[in-house]
């Protein structure tokens, strides 16, 4: 990149305003969040963090991060995953940890032993799997989930029954695929998923019964960007009787490299359609961007927004814009943005093509026991 772009480019990161006060969201609390999930596994090695604003002093990122803005912990709870690694014990553990800070909790479901996501929904390998037995197993195991996490005295902000579940959850079972034509094929396609979405709603409200507090029930689905997706998903799944009142908050990714139509634009326009449309609060629960991406290890992605840099200070060029989309939504819904994984030094690249999209600097140096450097970014939810 030519200097005169850079010298352009970095005053952006700090010099961004904020939204005129008549613009910002009308909620009381805008959700500024860090999935951190992965942190335990990593202390556990020996892993620490040094905070460059006080002269690298070791700090646990969380201090770092809700320094930086940070009001939110989003964390993914696996069912029995190999190990305990994010699962119920585990995730208890840091959400303790993160109250006790004042921080808000968010559990991402992902109804799995493992990962999650567009492109695979393997069900709990202990589970049914014909459709009546798994969904009453699914409606009890998210009905004692929640109960466990009340009684160890955690009031969950948001829960989001499943992850990224644009194809459905529990495949082959609950496989789904909005691509399906004409329309009404499109809707027999989705009965599965909302019977079982039907189940993992009703275990919310059977946890109600002991709990405290109820938390915002989320629905989340990747693409954010992406209006004919979220209006033929939402639509199949009230065509198959899910309520518009059986949840309460959308929940979007939104990545600058999986596709060049992922711009602030198209993701603008989704938004603010699905406000008008459901009349219900809208939150960005996954995006990140690259501090570096220069081709070493694979060709660089294009970015859906070019002209921002893929640097430290282009994190937060990106993070802010989201945040400014977000706090623009009509009728004053937008709800939050999160950061996925700032801190996990050991998967630097976060899924993307570029070496590096987390918030701290690296040293490999007595691997497995790493030290992350806070960067300028960390800071990036100070808007």
């Known amino acids: 990149m030519r200097l005169s772009t850079l010298f352009f480019l970095l005053p952006l990161a700090t010099a961004i305003p904020k939204l005129p006060r008549n613009q910002e969201s009308s909620h009381a609390f805008f959700f500024k969040g860090h999935d951190l999930s992965s942190l335990k596994t990593l202390e556990d090695v020996g892993t620490i963090y ?3 604003t006080r002269h690298n002093q070791t700090r646990p990122a ?30 208890l553990e840091l959400a303790k940890r993160f109250k006790s800070k004042g921080f808000k909790i968010y559990l991402d479901f992902h109804f799995s032993d493992s990962w999650a996501d567009p492109n695979k929904q393997p ?9 009546a037995p798994l969904a ?7 009905k004692e989930t ?12 948001i829960v989001a029954l499943g992850n990224e579940i644009r194809h459905g959850i529990l495949w082959p079972v609950g496989h789904a695929d909005v691509d399906v034509q004409p329309w009404p094929a499109t809707i027999a396609n989705f009965s599965n998923l909302a019977t079982l979405y039907k189940a993992a709603r009703a275990g919310v409200d059977d946890a109600l019964h002991a709990v405290a507090s109820r938390p915002q029930i989320m629905i989340h689905i990747d693409n954010g960007w992406n209006i004919t997706l979220q209006q033929r998903w939402f639509g199949a799944m009230v065509a198959n009787g899910i309520r518009t009142t059986d949840w309460d908050v959308f929940g979007f990714s939104f990545y600058p490299f999986y596709g060049t139509a992922a711009t602030f634009d198209n993701l ?4 603010n359609t699905l406000a008008w449309e459901y009349k219900k609060p809208i ?21 859906s927004e070019p002209e921002i840099p893929y640097s430290i200070e282009g994190q937060t060029i990106w993070t802010r814009d989201v945040i400014g989309i977000v706090k623009q939504i009509p ?18 690249n976060l899924g993307s093509d570029c070496n590096d999209a987390i918030l701290f600097s690296t040293d490999y140096s007595n691997y497995p026991q790493m030290v992350g450097y806070s960067r300028s970014s960390v800071n990036l939810f100070r808007v």
């Open 136 to 142: 009453s197993t699914l409606r009890g195991y998210v």
């Open 331 to 348: 009728l004053g819904l937008g709800q939050g943005v999160h950061y996925w994984e700032p801190a996990w030094l050991n998967n630097s």
């Open 268 to 271: 603008r326009t989704t938004l």
């Open 146 to 157: 929640l109960i466990c996490f009340d009684r160890a005295g955690i009031d969950l902000a």
């Open 123 to 131: 069900p709990p390998a202990a589970w049914p799997t014909t459709l």
């Open 62 to 91: 969380d201090d770092i991060l809700g320094d930086g803005g940070m009001n939110t912990v989003r964390l993914r709870i696996w069912v029995y995953p190999e190990g305990g690694t994010n699962g119920l014990e585990y995730n």
């Open 50 to 52: 040094r905070d460059t």
């Open 283 to 303: 939150q960005v629960v996954e995006t990140d961007y690259p501090a570096i991406c220069n081709g070493e290890y694979n060709p660089i992605p294009e970015s």
